[in-house]
């Protein structure tokens, strides 16, 4: 399956070449302190975990770079843990730091969420987000999760 572009204007494919921007989002320690793997350490090692996540067949994980309105790198949105079998996937997202609050992820997410109910036939979405981090945890709540 070929990732859609979605109805937003934030949303598209993330090429290997997408690197530099999503590095400062993947490379950020402070970013990164709430993900399952460290930061990375340089932009080659950003631009090999973008080719392993594009290796990834989509019926499991899915991955798609944000843009602000000018059109610059703003963070990174995914689905993975698919079970199609039982409806149910689990969703992530990193912005990068100076994009904090600007509300470019909850729209973005939106668009991924609504996404995934509808063309993947999903039932249950998780977030899974460390009790810390309260600014996800808040975009959770916008978005509809609950705890």
Same mark, same amino acid.
């Given at each position: 399956?070929?990732?859609?572009?979605?109805?937003?204007?934030?949303?598209?494919?993330?090429?290997?070449?997408?690197?530099?921007?999503?590095?400062?989002?993947?490379?950020?320690?402070?970013?990164?302190?709430?993900?399952?793997?460290?930061?990375?350490?340089?932009?080659?090692?950003?631009?090999? !975990?973008?080719?392993?996540?594009?290796?990834?067949? +989509? @019926?499991? =994980? #899915?991955?798609?770079?944000?843009?602000?309105? $000018? /059109?610059?790198?703003?963070?990174?949105?995914?689905?993975?843990?698919?079970?199609?079998?039982?409806? !149910?996937?689990?969703?992530?997202?990193?912005?990068? +730091? @100076?994009? =904090? #609050?600007?509300?470019?992820?909850?729209?973005? $997410? /939106?668009?991924?969420?609504?996404?995934?109910?509808?063309?993947?036939?999903?039932?249950?979405?998780?977030?899974?987000?460390?009790?810390?981090?309260?600014?996800?945890?808040?975009?959770?709540?916008?978005?509809?999760?609950?705890?």
């Amino acid at each position: 399956m070929i990732l859609p572009v979605l109805e937003t204007t934030r949303l598209r494919s993330i090429p290997e070449s997408d690197a530099p921007g999503l590095h400062r989002a993947w490379g950020d320690p402070g970013g990164m302190r709430f993900w399952d793997v460290a930061a990375s350490r340089d932009v080659a090692q950003t631009a090999a !975990r973008i080719r392993s996540s594009l290796a990834v067949d +989509t @019926a499991w =994980h #899915g991955v798609w770079a944000i843009e602000t309105q $000018a /059109g610059d790198f703003a963070g990174a949105i995914n689905y993975h843990d698919r079970e199609a079998r039982h409806g !149910r996937l689990a969703l992530g997202w990193i912005t990068v +730091t @100076a994009l =904090h #609050g600007s509300g470019v992820m909850t729209e973005a $997410a /939106g668009g991924v969420l609504r996404h995934c109910f509808t063309a993947m036939d999903t039932h249950r979405i998780d977030a899974r987000i460390e009790a810390e981090n309260t600014a996800s945890r808040r975009l959770a709540a916008k978005l509809g999760f609950t705890q």
